[in-house]
């Protein structure tokens, strides 16, 4: 990633950072795959690591989706796991165009699963 890309994102990272320490959620969703971009950035992820700890990989993933015999249009959804959190990335819905229900929901079992660690663990 260059700095330029996600120097908009760096700008309002001490705020994202506050909200994260003081909520201290296990579980972020971020509604544009650039926002899990930007997090993993070079510049940004020393400001995370503090409060989220250290990183996976992302598991980043393109589904084939099929209705009516047409192909969906494909998106990245991203997946991430930190020490203190899980974050899934969706297509963000007002900037994907064509992004259909069913592409999303063809991560559901992805989904699901994290949803369920979270009930396991915390309720």
């Known amino acids: 990633m260059n700095n330029t890309e996600f120097?908009?994102?760096l700008k309002h990272i001490d705020n994202f950072v506050f909200h994260v320490n003081y909520f201290k959620p296990k579980i972020i969703?971020?509604?544009g795959i650039k926002l899990l971009d930007a997090l993993n950035d070079k510049d940004c992820i020393p400001y995370i690591r503090p409060?989220?700890?250290y990183e996976s990989p992302v598991n980043y993933q393109i589904k084939d989706t099929i209705i009516d015999g047409k192909t969906l249009r494909k998106f990245r959804v991203g997946f991430q796991k930190?020490?203190?959190c899980d974050v899934i990335a969706l297509p963000h819905p007002s900037g994907s165009k064509r992004l259909h229900y069913?592409?999303?929901k063809a991560f559901k079992d992805q989904i699901s699963t994290i949803?369920?660690?979270y009930k396991t663990k915390y309720l």
């Open 102 to 104: 069913e592409y999303i």
């Open 115 to 117: 949803l369920e660690n």
């Open 29 to 31: 969703l971020f509604m």
């Open 51 to 53: 409060v989220l700890g």
């Open 7 to 9: 120097s908009e994102y």
């Open 82 to 84: 930190f020490e203190a």
